[in-house]
């Protein structure tokens, strides 16, 4: 049982690993918000919105600084 739990969180984690910062973005943040173009804040506040979010909506480090990369990258 504890092989079989462990064997499904690590290939959820390669399947996020894969993901882009746009798909995170999508998949995390636009289910519960209406949220607003990446070009409506500036690099810093991108920073402190995910920083806040990762805890809420329990995302991994990686997720964070893909989803934050890509906020950057369209703003």
Not at 15 to 33: D, F
């Amino acid at each position: 049982m504890l092989m079989l739990m462990f064997s499904s969180c690590s290939s959820s984690s390669e399947m996020s690993a894969a993901k882009s910062g746009a798909q995170l973005w999508g998949e995390n943040c636009l289910r519960c918000h209406n949220t607003p173009s990446p070009e409506t804040f500036s690099d810093v506040q991108w920073d402190v919105a995910v920083m806040h979010m990762r805890i809420r909506a329990n995302l991994t480090e990686d997720e964070a600084v893909k989803i934050v990369e890509f906020l950057k990258r369209a703003n």
